[in-house]
C-alpha cells in the first residue's frame, strides 16, 4: 500500500507461539522496549505490540502479538494465528518438556494458516457465495452473481490467491533462557537438528541479558520482506 509520501508501507503480523512461561512475553519486550521482567506475571490487555524495522530503506511495521496466558489451556484461538506472515516458536532450553512441545505448536501453526476457499451457491438467489476458512473460524468475502441455474449447494477447495500456507510463513525456532546454561536440558544440537528437520531457522536466545533477541526478530522480519519482494 501506498502512504502517500511514494514510499511503500509494509505490516507484518509475527506471532510468538510456546509453552507456558518459556519467555515469549520476555522476548517481546526485550525487543520492542528492552525491558526485562523477572516477575512472571501472566500477560494482560495488550495484544500485540508494534514496533518499527528499517530494512533495505524501507520501513517496516512489524505487529508482534503476544499470548495472554491462553496457552497454558492449550486454548490459542485461530484468531491470534490469522494472517500471520512470520512466527517465534520458542521453547527453554532448561525444561525438555517445552521442547517436546514444540512438533505440537508446529501443527497447530500449520492447521491454522490453512485456508479453504468455500463456494456455496444459492439456488434461489442464484448467486454464489465465498467463504474463507481459516482453521475453525469462517468469513464471507463476497458474493458473485453466476447466473448458471446450478441446483442445490456445492463446495470446492480453490488452490488460489486466498489459500496462504505455512512455506509462506517465516519460521524461527527459538531456544529461549540460554544464560541457564548450568540447568540445562536441551543441547544446541537438538535444538538445530529439529529445526533442520522441519524447516525452520534457529537461534538460541536470552531475553534475560539480550542474547540474540534483535537478531532473532530481525532474520523473521527480513525473511518476511525477502518472500513478498
Ligand atoms: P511466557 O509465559 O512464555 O510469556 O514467559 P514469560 O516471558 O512470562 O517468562 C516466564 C519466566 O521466565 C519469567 O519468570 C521470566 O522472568 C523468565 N524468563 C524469561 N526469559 C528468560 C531468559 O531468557 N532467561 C531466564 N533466566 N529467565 C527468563
Ligand atoms: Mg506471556
Redesign the pocket.
Known sequence: AENGEGGEEYLFKIV?I????????????RFARNE????????IGVEFQTQLVEIDGKEIKAQIW??A?Q?RFRAVTSAYYRGAVGALV?Y?I?RRGTFDSIKRWLQELTNSLQSLVLVQFIPQKDVCEFFVVFGYGCYSIGSEDFGCGLEGYFLFLLLSGYAQNDSTVARMLVG?????ENIREVSTEEGKSLAEEEGLFFME?????ATNVQTAFEIVIREIYNNIS
Do not use: I, M, R
Not at 510456546?18 to 519486550?29: E, F, I, Q
Not at 536466545?205 to 541479558?209: C, I, N, P, Q
Open positions: 510468538l510456546g509453552d507456558s512461561a518459556v519467555g515469549k512475553s520476555n522476548l517481546l519486550s526485562f521482567d523477572s516477575n512472571s506475571k501472566a500477560t503476544d499470548t496466558g496457552e520458542v527453554d532448561s529461549n533462557k540460554c544464560d541457564l536466545t536470552s531475553a534475560l541479558d
